[in-house]
């Protein structure tokens, strides 16, 4: 369960119950517009400019400066110094110079600038260190276009506020850079300091303005699938009021004009009234359509979670690992997707599954994390809080039941039997992979390759039989002054830089040896329920070939595992019933006097709440 208040839980069992919801969006999200770029006329040794672009003002300590400002009382701090503790900490753009004895900086002035992508402005914040408490007193914001026309040119003198803003009366629109010039700070002797420059555009609809939300969460993929690899993205489906034809795509005169674009974060939450309410998230989604039909005044937005995104990315940075845990492969992919940690959970279980040979052809991060499931018998899936995680089948699961539906709780059950996914003899077949005794000739280029006189040529090859480790690029024909300068060797391929240093063309033949890994010396396992045999007759299932089961005990173990779970009718319950917010994947609940998990969710909110579930028996 999601931690909640006694008073939520007797508010939502209620027979009479108000239950409240809430989006917010980020229509112009700077953790994902790639288009966003932030440069800066000076800085000092330690700065981060790109955070003045991140939606974040807060300051969270004062860091440390070479000013003679700090002092040793222990409220100041060192900065943030690499980009793990820049994920953590807020510090901003500082500036080199020092302003005057009256706080004036000479010319030329300390200049911030925000490029993107045009987009219509309207608002205007500056902030400065909030922690602190030092701020522009005099300074310029100025706002262009792609062609470098000024839009508009907002001067201001005299400011007192760290965190100064202003709302535009008539939104500038195609605004493709935004320039802040400092003129005077707060305190003499010190460096500029801003926390926050680019004004991005976020809204939280609610009451009227939202219409409804419709969440789809689940575990495990249901229907005629066995459990093995699950992966699965959240969707949510938000309808909002279109007043004002605020959400048409084409309307000028919107605020949301040229904003309503694919992979604009989206949270939601449910919540029962309160002085505060009380909230439940429901999670972080990326929106995929927008839609605001002419007929009527309703906009409606699909989005789904973070594993969405991984299905857009591509994983091609792999290399031949021996002797790797699936557990790192994870890792691995997740760091590659641009993932921090925290922002996703691994079963530590899946340490001590070692992988001989690991590697992975060019493919998506998405369908890394499933071959690295299926191996381990893991599901993976994002949480409310935006993690995404990474657990064996059984794992991760509640031990005691977290909530009780009672009869008059719910409005229909039903327990199918599952048929389909009952199977009685499991086989597993190995995949083990050896190298070759001698390095061969793994790729040859089909014909000459042409590099300019006094020019590099990058050439990303495919080996013939991958995947290759110990692999060596050389040229055959190639005079002197032309070489391989540069060479990444993965489990598919290569990317070699060849350079030629000469005042002439030259063609050169590239040729990468190298020790190809085969399959050799396949094994089975296989695990058999005799007395199910008896009764049904033999169920086959045959365990997809699998590149990272390579070792007979792994095969066994997930041949054995398998049984256990699918040799038995699966009793699964799906509940129609009021529903409850705070109740997670995985929580354990009892229906009928019987304990199910939960491993699928459907929420619907549209002024009152109603919810479907779907539960797997707990044995």
């Known amino acids: 369960m999601y931690p909640v208040s006694q008073a939520f839980l007797d508010a939502i069992k209620a027979a009479e119950r108000q239950v409240i919801a809430k989006v917010t969006i980020d229509y112009t999200n700077p953790f994902l517009d790639e288009s966003i770029t932030v440069s800066v006329s000076e800085q000092a040794a330690v700065s981060w400019p790109q955070q003045t672009a991140d939606a974040v003002e807060e300051v969270p300590y004062r860091w440390i400066s070479l000013d003679g400002s700090w002092v040793l009382d222990g409220t100041y701090r060192l900065a943030p110094v690499n980009e793990e503790q820049l994920s ?7 500036g080199a110079s020092l302003a005057g004895a009256d706080g004036s900086f000479a010319a030329p002035y300390p200049t911030l600038t925000v490029a993107f992508l045009p987009r219509p402005i309207h608002q205007l914040k500056v902030v400065g260190d909030t922690a602190r408490g030092e701020y522009p007193v005099d300074f310029a914001v100025r706002l262009y276009d792609q062609a470098g026309t000024l839009l508009h040119e907002e001067v201001v003198v005299g400011n007192t506020a760290v965190a100064w803003s202003k709302v535009l009366t008539a939104a500038v629109l195609n605004v493709a850079r935004m320039v802040l010039e400092i003129h005077r700070w707060s305190h003499p002797g010190r460096q500029v300091k801003i926390a926050e420059f680019y004004t991005s555009i976020q809204e939280t609809y609610e009451g009227k303005d939202l219409l409804s939300v419709s969440l789809l969460e689940e575990r495990e993929v249901t229907q005629g699938s066995l459990p093995v690899g699950n992966i699965s993205a959240n969707e949510i489906r938000i309808s909002l009021a279109n007043k004002g034809r605020k959400f048409d795509p084409d309307n000028k005169q919107s605020p949301l004009y040229g904003v309503l674009k694919p992979n604009r974060r989206i949270r939601a939450w449910l919540g029962i009234p309160g002085n505060p309410p009380e909230w439940v998230p429901l999670g972080t989604f990326w929106s995929l359509d927008w839609d605001a039909p002419d007929d009527v005044l309703e906009a409606t937005v699909i989005a789904r979670d973070r594993l969405e995104l991984l299905r857009k990315g591509t994983y091609q940075s792999a290399q031949v690992q021996q002797n790797v845990s699936l557990y790192t492969l994870a890792e691995q992919v997740l760091q590659d997707a641009g ?3 925290g922002e996703y959970a691994i079963d530590t279980a899946l340490q001590s599954i070692v992988v ?3 590697w992975f052809n060019p493919t998506t991060h998405r369908e890394a994390l499933r071959i690295i499931a299926e191996a381990g018998l893991a599901v993976v899936y994002c949480d409310r809080d935006g993690i995404i995680r990474i657990q064996r089948y059984a794992s991760g699961l509640g031990t005691t039941p977290a909530l009780v539906i009672a009869a008059s709780g719910y409005f229909a059950a039903r327990t199918p039997s599952r048929q389909d996914q009952v199977a009685n003899e499991i ?7 050896q190298p070759a005794a001698a390095p061969e000739e793994v790729y040859r280029s089909n014909s000459p390759i042409s590099v300019p006189a006094n020019q590099s040529v990058m050439v990303l090859v495919y080996y013939n039989q991958p995947p290759v480790i110990e692999a060596a690029a050389s040229l055959e024909g190639a005079p002197s002054g ?5 060479a990444t060797y993965y489990g598919w391929g290569a990317q070699v830089t060849i350079t030629n240093g000469t005042a002439s063309a030259a063609s050169v033949t590239l040729v990468i040896t190298g020790k190809p890994l085969a399959v050799r010396n396949k094994e089975r396992a296989i695990a058999r329920d005799e007395v199910s045999i008896f009764e ?4 086959r299932y045959e365990f997809p070939a699998n590149p990272l089961v390579q070792t007979l005990s792994v095969a066994q173990q997930i041949a054995d595992t398998l049984l256990a779970s699918v040799k038995d009718p699966r009793r699964d319950i799906e509940v129609e019933w009021r529903g409850n917010p705070a109740l997670l994947l995985g929580d354990r609940v009892t229906v009928k006097g019987q304990d199910y998990y939960v491993i699928r969710q459907e929420i619907e909110w549209a002024g009152a709440l109603s919810a479907r579930l779907t539960g797997r028996k707990a044995t």
């Not at 032309?482 to 540069?486: E, F, G, L, P, R």
């Not at 049904?536 to 169920?539: E, I, M, P, Q, S």
């Open 88 to 94: 953590l900490y807020q510090m901003g753009w500082w």
């Open 339 to 341: 993932l921090q940690p």
């Open 356 to 358: 001989p040979w690991a």
């Open 427 to 433: 086989v597993v077949d190995t995949q083990p992979l």
């Open 482 to 486: 032309v070489s391989i300068t540069a």
């Open 536 to 539: 049904n007759g033999v169920l």
